[in-house]
């Protein structure tokens, strides 16, 4: 806010930071700050004025957002959505202000889709701000993140989530939310309220009836298919990792699912470690691909067969 009123502020930022911190959060209310005609000294926009009336209903021309479209198999964002919004949008203020707009996730541009974006942003408006919203940085094509100033929002400290949490999330588990999201305070919400913990309860049954012998790993590839195939790479990968500590130490100094721990205990003496070890490899190479238009049912398939494999043969 201070660049904004000392008139320099830059064209495009990229903000960028772990998942589930609220980046996409943060990109909203500086949009809405610097649209607003009356934003307080700190950023945060007054809610009544004109344009945050516009942009609560979501018809404020000023403001746009650009992301994958849902209805698609593929989470990229395609080259007509950019060329789209540069030509029939314009990029230029039509109520005299900024003309915002966030793109998020913008590390799923497309090769082409960032092509397009870089042209722009070689050759700004005055008036225009793009705000790219990432977790994955890396990703983005490096001519696209050489034009942008860089926003990094780190994990806040744990004490400090734990209490924004609490205020949420009644009566849940405020540590152990936030150490499934890796300390991410958005991210234990969304498990809360999108009935993620359900879902992990159901399938770390069905990954403990693989490795037992119980569940075949086809049908239960179906049942896990349901679900987001990235988060249950994430989980399948937290709890092989807690496997292998509790077979170092009996009382590891950190689990990735503390709650899970008399269960997977039992599990050590049942699979073979060192292949353990190669398999989370497997997992986490699975869990990259999780995020591309690669068969999901497929992946998860040979995930849950190779979990199998791990089991150590009965005498």
Not at 152 to 157: A, K, V
Not at 189 to 198: K, T
Request: proline share 6%.
């Amino acid at each position: 806010m201070r660049a904004h009123r000392a008139d320099r502020m830059p064209h495009a930022l990229l903000i960028t930071g772990p998942a589930g911190i609220g980046k996409g959060v943060f990109a909203r209310a500086l949009a809405e700050a610097l649209l607003c005609v009356a934003a307080t000294d700190e950023g945060v926009a007054c809610g009544g004025c004109p344009e945050c009336r516009l942009l609560a209903a979501g018809n404020h021309p000023d403001g746009l957002w650009v992301g994958p479209d849902p209805d698609a198999k593929s989470p990229e964002i395609r080259v007509d959505v950019i060329r789209d919004l540069i030509d029939r949008e314009g990029l230029t203020s039509h109520r005299g202000r900024y003309k915002i707009v966030v793109i998020q996730p913008a590390h799923q541009l497309n090769r082409a889709a960032a092509n397009s974006l870089l042209k722009t942003l070689e050759e700004p408006s005055a008036s225009t701000l793009m705000l790219l919203v990432s977790e994955a940085p890396g990703r983005l094509a490096a001519t696209v993140r050489s034009r942008c100033q860089r926003i990094l929002l780190p994990l806040p400290h744990e004490d400090l989530g734990r209490k924004w949490l609490a205020g949420r999330a009644k009566g849940a588990d405020a540590r152990l939310l936030l150490r499934l999201a890796h300390g991410a305070p958005f991210g234990a919400l969304a498990l809360l309220e999108d009935g993620l913990l359900e879902r992990r309860d159901a399938l770390f049954e069905g990954f403990v009836e693989v490795l037992n012998g119980v569940r075949d790993p086809i049908a239960e590839a179906e049942a896990w298919n349901i679900s987001d195939a990235r988060l249950s790479c994430e989980w399948l990968a937290g709890w092989i990792s807690d496997i292998l500590r509790l077979a170092a130490a009996p009382d590891p100094r950190h689990l990735a699912h503390p709650d899970k721990a008399e269960s997977l205990a039992e599990l050590v003496p049942r699979i073979d470690l060192r292949s353990a070890h190669r398999y989370l490899q497997d997992v986490y190479r699975a869990g990259a691909l999780a995020g591309t238009t690669v068969n999901k049912l497929l992946l998860l398939e040979s995930l849950l067969i190779g979990l199998a494999n791990l089991r150590r043969p009965r005498c």
